[in-house]
């Protein structure tokens, strides 16, 4: 997203902004890595079994700007028990310019997670890395279009299920 006129557009047509998309701030909200084995969960034999989860959330703020945050929860463990637990909220200040309304909320769900997600990854990284595994556990890239699709659908079958309840309810 640039700052630039778009200097192809026919002679005569007024020349529309462009989209804009800057961080004012990025910031860990929430943090938490758990090591309840150590040091025997450092001696692994195995390839640990990983329970990964992601939200993106964002929302409004009166003065125009936007927050959004990525909470990951990664929890890692072997037949011999857990070995590592990570809880992690990381949130970003946004100010969004000349973005059509349609696109605001995909733009805050998928672009700006993906912006924050490598200050994420490393997050990650280094706090395996502190709590002595060796090597250091890395996030595999996270596609948000495709998360922010499935969410959209969860929720709207969730409108078309209370609607139909509605409907039934009222029949």
């Known amino acids: 997203m640039t700052d630039t006129p778009d ?15 800057q961080v004012l701030a990025q910031f ?3 943090f938490s ?26 929302k409004g703020r009166p003065d125009g700007l936007f927050e959004v945050d990525i909470k990951l929860t990664v929890k890692a463990s072997t037949t011999d028990g857990p070995m590592f637990a ?15 309304e349609a696109m ?5 769900l998928i672009e700006c997670p993906r912006y924050l997600f490598p200050f994420v990854r490393r997050i ?3 706090a ?7 090597p250091p556990f890395q996030l595999d890239p996270i596609d948000f279009a495709t998360l922010y699709m499935q969410q959209r659908a969860q929720i709207e079958a969730q409108r078309a299920a209370a609607v139909a309840g509605e409907a039934a ?3």
């Open 7 to 21: 200097t192809n557009a026919p002679e005569g047509m007024p020349q529309q902004p462009q989209p804009q998309m």
């Open 28 to 30: 860990i909200r929430d």
């Open 33 to 58: 890595f758990e090591n309840p084995r150590a040091p025997e969960s450092l001696r692994m034999e195995a390839r640990p079994d990983v329970d990964l989860g992601v939200e993106m959330s964002a």
């Open 86 to 100: 990570i809880e992690l909220v990381y949130g970003g200040l946004f100010q969004l310019g000349s973005i059509p």
């Open 104 to 108: 605001v909320e995909p733009t805050l």
């Open 124 to 126: 990650i990284a280094d």
């Open 128 to 134: 395996t890395a502190d709590g002595g595994f060796t």
């Open 169 to 171: 309810g009222n029949a």
